[in-house]
């Protein structure tokens, strides 16, 4: 049984520019969380997907957006990058569209925006 | 608003001993879980141990424990006979029974001294 990998690693962008960070989800699981995780603070929810549809959004702006695939990968994209995105931006994925059973983090993926 | 408050930023024990880490929350919700997350510095978190609301007994994994106080919104986590790997960031987390996503506190960062 694979775990959740996200790629890349680490990633360094420009202000205006545009990224995209990949999850991989555990065998089994049709959803994906994203969260976004501010130095120093808990993790922020910014959007889930099941079954290829975004079942929920936190209180991120537009210019955040995601994919789900046949596959249950996923893709997080934000555009117009701003400094405030850095972050570390961790997926997690589970089953069933809930959050009530456990979720399986990915080791994240460290973005600093300059 | 549902929040979840740690305010404890720091704790500090010796190899061996107990740990107490506290959690309050808010929230209107009747049904929802509660979650203690680790993330080490590889920064993957992991789920230490679950608590649904409905459930008065108090969860426990090996050497783990929480106190579950439902009519003082408490939720804290006590590790007992501490160890060098328990090192690490710890997050409180909540979920309404329906919801499809994690609220997190703001972690306490837990060091174990040899």
């Known amino acids: 049984e694979t775990g959740v990998t996200q790629s890349p690693t680490h990633l360094i962008k420009t202000r205006g520019q545009q990224v995209t960070l990949r999850c991989s989800s555990q065998?089994?699981?049709?959803?994906v969380s994203w969260y976004q995780q501010a130095l120093g603070q808990g993790p922020q929810f910014i959007f889930q997907?099941?079954?290829?549809?975004?079942?929920g959004r936190g209180n991120f702006p537009p210019r955040f957006s995601g994919l789900q695939f046949p596959n249950y990968s996923s893709e997080l994209n934000v555009n117009a990058l701003e400094l405030d995105d850095s972050a570390l931006y961790l997926c997690?994925?589970?089953?069933?569209?809930?959050?009530?059973?456990?979720?399986?983090f990915g080791p994240g993926t460290r973005l600093t925006v300059t | 608003a549902q929040t979840v408050t740690q305010s404890q930023p720091e704790m500090s024990v010796q190899e061996a001993e107990t740990v107490t880490l506290s959690c309050t929350y808010d929230?209107?919700?009747?049904?929802?879980?509660l979650f203690w997350y680790k993330q080490p510095p590889s920064r993957q978190m992991i789920l230490v141990i679950r608590?649904?609301?409905?459930?008065?007994q108090n969860a426990t994994e090996n050497r783990f424990s929480v106190n579950f106080q439902k009519a003082a919104k408490s939720f804290s986590l006590k590790i007992s006979d501490s160890q060098l790997g328990d090192t690490a960031m710890y997050f409180c987390?909540?979920?309404?029974?329906?919801?499809?996503?994690?609220?997190f506190g703001s972690g306490t960062r837990l060091l174990v001294r040899p």
């Open positions: 997690a994925s589970s089953v069933g569209g809930r959050t009530s059973y456990e979720q399986y």
């Open positions: 065998s089994g699981h049709n959803t």
């Open positions: 997907y099941y079954r290829e549809e975004e079942n």
């Open positions: 929230t209107s919700e009747s049904n929802y879980y």
């Open positions: 608590q649904e609301a409905y459930k008065q």
């Open positions: 987390a909540f979920t309404p029974s329906s919801s499809y996503k994690l609220i």
